[in-house]
């Protein structure tokens, strides 16, 4: 019954409307059907829904165009290309703009509603979702890139720009991990709105004692680098958002607030949706007319590319779907086709974080998500949940150990897979994240690090694919979840529902204020007694 009923909360009118008086009239005039008066709005929107979606793919393939057009005419100027990008990087500022406000009240409107057990027993399915489907995409990297086999020693004689590369300073995967840890409790929460510490190593001369030759060391320290700490963040809010709930009465006001907040957040996200098509077309064509050599890097690095997107289509195409049936029992292809909007983003603007704003609307609007869900589980996914950059990192490393003809023992390719694992965790929501956390792959393992400058020249396009997978994902584990968690979430509901003189309050799930379900049973016992 509650599935054919209209989704928003608005639609209450359109039922009162819609019902004809009892009293006085016919059994047949009683039963013939009427349409609600704001059907047209209705088939409206839903036009006006699939007009941006088809937009949006029409950006895409306008902007692949583009970008071989001007290719095709040789367009090498650095600021033509800087002014055929200039519209997508505005659309990336845009929605970075709105990571921050976001993050802050999705998560404490979505807690807000829960109780300490709810959001902990959600916390942990969330967890092992996001680590399982990681690790799987870590190995299944792993059994691709050793099976297919795409390096070739002869690529590495014949790379271009190497020598320019610079040998990184040993960083461990302990300190890595260390890190992660030290994100997650900020000591300024200011601060943690647009730095993170990082552990580095710098090379300095020291004069051991006793001795007069001064002898290079290296130094580990602790510093800031720029971007937001998104786990800090999380972490902070995750616990105002839970105590604000405990609180009661005492915390509403607060609720309301950021509940505003909120909707005000997602009103700008669908403003700028509407300039996303043309955005993805700038920074796609942009991309694609940047490129210095496309045949040779294609000859270079065709099998690798070949093997990460093998890789990335089973993961996103296969596994993750199957892993979604068999929870719920339910058709993936229609979760797909809700999420459609969300992953075309992610393929243009390459960037988890920035498309979490879609994301959000594409769950909740178009899937019908539980909104407590995805405010909880959606900005945690975007900051750890990266099965395209495990699956990526790991085919990385290992094939340039291949180009370097050195033999990985069972133990070192176990390495690769847990490492790339962590380090995907800890790769920020950015493009091109992954090249940074190869680092720890390539130093935990023993192989050379200036061989990442040979990927940099096919990054951009794996970027965009692995980041698509990455929203995948974080789309999938918010269904699962809320699919294992609606027992709960009706638990906390149910007391609102047994309370008569209650305030009227919506769930995502009715399209009407749940104090207004007794109409229903009025209704159909009037039916009986008229017959």
């Known amino acids: 019954m509650k599935n054919q009923l209209p989704a928003h909360p608005s639609n209450k009118a359109q039922y009162d409307e819609a019902l004809p008086p009892i009293v006085g009239v016919g059994v047949l005039e009683l ?23 088809a937009l949006t793919i029409l950006g895409v393939v306008a902007g692949s165009l583009f970008g071989m057009l001007l ?11 800087m002014l055929v990008s200039f519209p997508g990087d505005i659309l990336m500022r845009m929605l970075k703009m709105l990571i921050l406000p976001l993050i802050i009240s999705s998560l404490i409107t979505g807690l807000a509603g829960l109780d300490a057990r709810s959001s902990g027993r959600m916390g942990s399915r969330a967890m092992i979702y996001y680590m399982s489907t990681t690790v799987i995409a870590a190995v299944l990297g792993v059994i691709l890139v050793l099976g297919i086999h795409p390096g070739n020693p002869k690529l590495r004689n014949s790379g271009q720009d190497q020598s320019t590369a610079t040998k990184n300073q040993e960083v461990s995967s302990l300190d890595a991990f260390m890190d992660l840890i030290r994100n997650l409790f900020p000591e300024n929460l200011v601060q943690a709105c647009f730095q993170q510490v990082q552990t580095v190593a710098k ?85 694609i007319a940047a490129i210095g050599d496309l045949e040779v890097v294609a000859r270079q690095l065709g099998m690798y590319m070949v093997t990460v997107m093998v890789g990335l289509v089973i993961h996103g195409g296969i596994i993750l779907p199957l892993i979604y049936f068999m929870i719920t029992r339910k058709n ?7 999420i459609f909007q969300a992953w075309i983003t992610a393929l243009g603007t390459a960037s988890s974080a920035g498309t979490l704003p879609v994301t959000f609307r594409c769950l909740e609007e178009n899937l019908k998500i539980d909104r407590r869900v995805t ?3 959606l900005p945690i996914g975007a900051t750890i949940n990266m099965d395209g950059t495990a699956l990526y990192e790991a085919v990385a490393a290992i094939f340039i150990a291949q180009m370097n003809d050195i033999s990985l023992d069972s133990g070192q390719i176990v390495t690769v897979s847990m490492t790339a694992t962590l380090a995907s965790v800890g790769a920020a929501s950015i493009p091109s994240a992954g090249l940074v956390t190869m680092l720890l792959i390539l130093t935990a393992v023993g192989l050379p690090t200036q061989d990442i400058s040979l990927l940099i020249a096919v990054d951009w396009l794996l970027d965009r694919m692995r980041t698509s997978i990455n929203v995948v994902g ?5 269904g699962i979840v809320d699919h294992l968690s609606r027992a709960e979430l009706a638990e906390i509901d149910r007391p609102v529902l047994r309370q008569p003189n209650t305030p009227v309050t919506r769930s995502s799930s009715l399209p009407f204020p749940v104090a207004d379900t007794c109409c229903i049973d009025n209704l159909v016992l009037r039916l009986v007694i008229s017959w």
């Open 474 to 478: 974080d789309s999938f584990g918010a």
């Open 71 to 81: 290719r095709y005419v040789s367009v090498t100027d650095p600021d033509t290309l």
């Open 375 to 377: 405010r909880f589980v």
């Open 203 to 287: 090379t300095v001369s020291a004069t051991p004692p006793n001795q007069t030759e001064p002898v290079v060391v290296n130094v580990k320290k602790l510093e800031f680098k720029g971007g937001m700490n998104v786990l800090g963040l999380i972490g902070f809010f995750i616990t105002f958002g839970i105590c604000m709930g405990k609180m009661g009465e005492k915390g509403r006001l607060m609720s309301e607030f950021f509940n505003i907040l909120n909707e005000i957040i997602m009103k700008m996200v669908g403003i700028i949706m509407w300039y996303s098509p043309i955005g993805i077309a700038s920074l796609i064509s942009g991309k």
């Open 332 to 338: 993936p292809f229609t979760f797909y086709s809700g």
């Open 31 to 53: 039963l013939e059907p009427k349409l609600p008066k704001s059907c047209l709005g209705t088939y409206c929107g839903f036009l006006v829904r699939n007009s941006l979606l």
